[in-house]
């Protein structure tokens, strides 16, 4: 299903014009190598561009469509027309001059091969280039000692004569598309992919630019064991894709990866998606949807509104491009794994559906904003983040955590119980419950009531609410309650104390109240007794809210309080701290 998604997205972008055909890919090059007639090397041409990443700027590789490079293992495999320097001129820095002669060699070789029956001036100066050519003396060559440093540096090498860059020649392009065409390791099978009887390829192209997988690509298909084999079928002939296919997926999917701002690191995953019909601008809709991304084009409210219709199943006008709700769109997540890629998931569903489901997520996250928080909707990064202790070294959240929270978004499914266990871990271990923590508990327990179809009476409806719920019976979320009423006695009693009561005694006052609360009571009278003296007014205030809280105690503190019910402890605390800086605030804008 990936693969044939991924190629029925190449033929729309063949048909737009976008990607390069079968045969030809985008590659990086660094330098041309500038030929005369008779092959002997006149110039050096420097082909970086200056590229600009935040504040910085550097020369980058110029990325240019060429004939399609080769799968290379640990064998000499050579490019045609583009290559690095131990190929095309015969020297590296690499330390073993017999391989790096093999690898000229080869290249020679193919280059007469290709161009041997060749009627272009190109071609013959590319072929007298490589019977004239001497490597042992190219440090004494004039041309190549400008840039001697960077050539040796592994980037790739083209080759440009009188007429422009030998690429573009057509005689030489079609002497590649004939070749191309041709050539086959002479066995034939079914594609997978397309059904069709036809040359299977043994080796696939690289996919490049998946975050933490090798800079010179990696596979996405691949057997290289004899672990991984069966029935005889060796390398990729264990899951046979014909040659147009392999190339197709693999241009379409480097495609994607090539297209930064479409491209989300999301933990350890690196996530790409895309629309059957082609094109990139339901992907910007998605990017701000599902991650928060902003488009210049337009603002908040157009956006919002922009998501609603087509979440009602509207179409809508988009940059002058109407976009269809029911519009076949993928989600592909890819993560490192040495020389491989991993599939984190792999989602197919309506535009509309995708939408749909991250709307209902935004809405079981809702929960009362801090006035310093600068986030309308808290997009997955920041969910994530909340499961991570800031301060450590690696910031990283846990593996395969990223990819399923993810999923469980965009396919409305349960949340995962490690999301829940490391927004609880972090509270308790820094005694804070911040908005993204308050939210993911929220949104846990509410999708787990939608999906089991009835009320948790550990962490009931009344306490999954927006804003603090002052009706609520629940006897953990009035112990939250309490102990951030507690808290606030304290710090208007003792203002800038070190050392507070959520310092010592929150994670207790959550797990056991029937040990704790009764000295928090009694610290409170002694702090109330305190604050009476200097402001009366405020000592009233407290004590009827300690007296309303307590009468909806009961007699006795439960002895113990299970997950949910420190969840509803939290939950509680949470509202009423907010509660509180928010009357703070209004008193302050009067």
């Given amino acids: 299903m990936i693969l044939q998604a991924l190629a029925e997205y190449y033929r729309a972008l063949e048909r737009d014009g976008k990607i390069s055909a079968p045969g030809w890919s985008p590659v990086k090059v660094s330098f041309a190598l500038c030929l005369g007639e008779d092959g002997t090397l006149e110039q050096v041409l420097p082909l970086q561009t200056e590229q600009s990443r935040g504040r910085k700027t550097f020369l980058a590789p110029q990325q240019i469509v060429l004939p399609a490079p080769v799968k290379r293992t ?47 001036p190109a071609a013959r100066s590319i072929l007298a280039f490589f019977r004239t050519w001497e490597p042992e003396k190219a440090a004494e060559n004039t041309f190549l000692a400008e840039d001697w440093k960077g050539i040796l540096s592994g980037g790739n090498l083209i080759f440009r004569t009188a007429d422009g860059f030998a690429h573009d020649d057509p005689a030489i392009r079609q002497a590649w598309e004939n070749h191309y065409n041709r050539s086959s390791d002479g066995i034939q099978g079914v594609c997978l992919v397309t059904g069709e009887l036809g040359p299977v390829e043994s080796v696939h192209p690289a996919i490049k630019n998946v975050a933490g997988a090798q800079s010179s690509g990696a596979a996405l298909v691949s057997f290289n064991a004899p672990a991984f084999c069966s029935y005889g079928k060796e390398q990729s002939l264990n899951a046979p894709t014909g040659k147009y296919a392999a190339f197709a997926y693999t241009a379409a999917l480097n495609y994607l990866l090539a297209d930064r701002d479409h491209v989300f690191r999301v933990g ?12 990139d601008l339901y992907q910007s809709l998605f990017s701000y949807a599902a991650m928060g991304q902003t488009e210049p084009a337009y603002d908040e409210n157009d956006l919002r509104n922009m998501v609603k219709q087509l979440c009602q199943g509207n179409p809508v006008t988009y940059q002058e491009e109407k976009l269809d709700p029911d519009m076949d769109f993928y989600v592909l997540g890819l993560s490192p794994n040495a020389a491989r890629l991993s599939v984190r998931f792999f989602l197919r569903n309506t535009f509309g559906n995708f939408l749909r489901n991250i709307q209902a997520h935004q809405e079981r996250l809702e929960i009362v904003r801090p006035a310093y928080d600068k986030f309308e909707t808290l997009p997955v990064w920041k969910l994530l983040s909340e ?7 690696d910031k990283s959240p846990a593996p395969g955590l990223a990819g399923e929270v993810l999923r469980a978004i965009l396919d409305n499914s349960l949340y995962p119980a490690t999301l829940l266990n490391g927004a609880t871990l972090r509270i308790r271990a820094e005694r804070e419950v911040t908005r993204g923590r308050a939210a993911i508990l929220k949104a846990y327990y509410k999708k787990l009531e939608e999906t089991a179809k009835r009320e948790n009476p550990d962490i009931p409806e009344e306490v999954l609410c927006v804003s603090l719920n002052e009706n609520s019976s629940n006897v953990p979320y009035t112990l939250g309650r309490l102990f951030s ?4 006695i ?24 029937a040990v704790i609360f009764p000295i928090l009571i009694n610290l409170a009278q002694k702090h109330l007794k305190k604050l009476k003296g200097t402001n009366m007014g405020l000592t009233v205030f407290y004590d009827k809210q300690l007296t309303d809280l307590c009468g909806r105690m009961g007699e006795n503190y439960p002895a113990h309080m299970n997950l949910p019910q420190q969840g509803s402890f939290q939950l509680g605390y949470y509202h009423q701290t907010q509660a509180r800086y928010q009357k703070k605030e209004e008193k302050g804008n009067v």
Wanted: charge should be positive; proline fraction near 3%.
């Fill in 490 to 513: 304290q710090a208007a009693a003792n203002p800038g104390i070190n050392a507070t009561i959520k310092d010592k005694y929150f994670n207790s006052a959550a797990s056991t109240p």
């Fill in 485 to 488: 009423v507690l808290e606030a």
């Fill in 74 to 120: 640990a064998g000499v495999a050579a490019n045609f027309l583009c290559d690095n320097s131990g190929y095309m001129l015969g020297i590296d820095n690499k330390g073993k001059p017999q391989r790096t002669r093999e690898c000229f060699l080869a290249c020679k070789e193919l280059h007469e091969q290709l161009l041997g029956g060749v009627n272009s």
């Fill in 387 to 393: 499961t991570v202790n800031q301060n450590a070294r």
């Fill in 268 to 279: 350890d995953a690196t996530v790409v998606c895309w629309a059957r019909g082609g094109g």
